[in-house]
């Protein structure tokens, strides 16, 4: 690929796990890929050492506090630096910018990503919680400015490939492909006992704290659930969670002749962001392939959605639909947040997100005023919950 071709990248939470694979993909293939802005919401060292290798056109720290600090550590380079929530949904504007990675974690990558379907810019999603919270607002404002979504999660992005030349065919249903986490076994008592590191410790993949806790409890099976139904336009009910403890297939399709087709892989994030970027070609990975050799067995299980009982609200919060996926969203943000802090035990994070559901004001037909006013009240219900706990 020429110089002048090359795809032009924001990253949307550089310093987090997703960002950070996705410059190693763009330091494997600079021949094709350049990193034209970088955003993180605090980690200031880490940003200032992408900056210094990557050379961006420009920088954004959202905590605005720490903008002196950018400011003059990266002051001897050409590159601009701002701060604030607001400057990263100016940044995806540029004229300059192919691509934007939204990998900011959270209900915070809402509005950068629709500041950049307004531009016009290809999404590369990887901020899930976008189409949990305003599924049927992004999927309406993508097909209204003609904007492609590709996603980066490995279970959309393997649902997406199953559907490459099946544009024309039904979908029977969707098989969506969970680990487990590495509480599947465990029984309700034993989860009561569950600690932070315990829970941090996911089985297959390298994740940041926040997700990989989702993972934990199901959660985020439930929110790629969600975002599986605006992206794919299925309904929930054909929307299969099957455990896959090996999480070598990543997702599955079934059409309405009961073929399958499954995308497999060895658990390496780098793969479906690489493809996000490249798409509609494959380029070269150093990733390992599958030895299926050495693996020897798959297996698959179905979902204890009464004990992970996140995983069954995601399913009544999208068929009550409204603002209560935001409610959801939010609720758990704190949870998890609580969590981390040593604030509730991991059964807990449940009992908030449930009562929280429970009693933040429902609206039907939402506008992104509504979504903002929804996620700040759920925020206070959950902490109120909390306090209530302690």
């Known amino acids: 690929m020429q110089e002048n071709n090359k795809r032009k990248i924001a990253i949307l939470g550089s310093t987090g796990s997703i960002g950070t694979q996705a410059l190693d993909v763009i330091a ?24 210094r290798k990557f050379l961006p056109d420009m920088v954004v720290i959202s905590n605005e506090e720490k903008y002196p600090l950018l400011r003059d550590a990266l002051e001897d380079l050409p590159i ?24 900011m974690v959270g209900f915070s990558g809402l509005k ?17 919680e976008t189409l949990v919270v305003a599924g049927e607002m992004i999927t309406s404002l993508a097909l209204e400015n003609r904007t492609p979504i590709l996603p980066v999660d490995s279970e959309h992005s393997a ?14 249903k969707i098989l969506l492909t969970a680990s487990g986490g590495p509480f599947r076994n465990c029984s309700k008592d034993q989860l009561s006992r569950v600690t932070k590191s315990q829970a941090l410790n996911h089985p297959n993949w390298v994740m940041g704290a926040k997700v990989t806790i989702d993972s934990s409890t199901m959660m985020n099976k439930g929110f790629e659930m969600i975002e599986a139904k605006w992206l794919f336009g299925v309904s929930p009910s054909r929307i299969e969670v099957v455990v ?19 995308q497999l892989g060895v658990p390496d994030m780098r793969i479906p ?36 009982a996140n995983l069954s609200f995601a399913y009544k919060a999208i068929e009550v639909g409204g603002n209560m996926p935001c409610i959801l969203n939010a609720a758990n943000e704190i949870a998890v947040d609580a969590f981390l802090h040593d604030k509730v035990g991991f059964l807990q994070m449940s009992e908030i997100i449930d009562k929280t559901i429970q009693r933040v004001s429902f609206v039907k037909s939402p506008t992104l005023d509504d979504f903002f ?14 306090n209530l706990q302690s």
């Open 28 to 51: 494997n293939h600079s021949d094709c890929f350049e990193v034209y802005a970088l955003t993180a919401n605090n980690n200031i060292e880490l940003l200032i050492e992408q900056a």
């Open 80 to 103: 601009k630096v701002w701060a604030g929530s607001d400057a990263i949904c100016d940044v995806v504007k540029s004229s300059s910018i192919d691509i934007v990675l939204t990998a």
């Open 112 to 128: 950068p990503t629709i500041s950049a379907i307004k531009a016009g810019k290809t999404i590369a999603l990887a901020n899930k």
């Open 159 to 172: 649902i997406f490939q199953c559907l490459n030349g099946e544009s024309h065919n039904e979908i029977d």
């Open 244 to 262: 896959h403890p090996q999480s070598i297939i990543h997702s599955m399709v079934q059409f309405k002749d009961k073929s399958i087709i499954a």
């Open 273 to 308: 962001i690489q493809y996000a970027f490249s798409y509609p070609n494959r380029l070269t990975s150093n990733v390992e392939g599958v030895d299926f050799f050495e693996l020897q067995t798959m297996t698959f299980e179905r979902p204890d959605m009464e004990k992970f």
């Open 373 to 386: 006013q929804t996620d700040a009240e759920a925020r206070q219900i959950a902490v109120e919950t909390i």
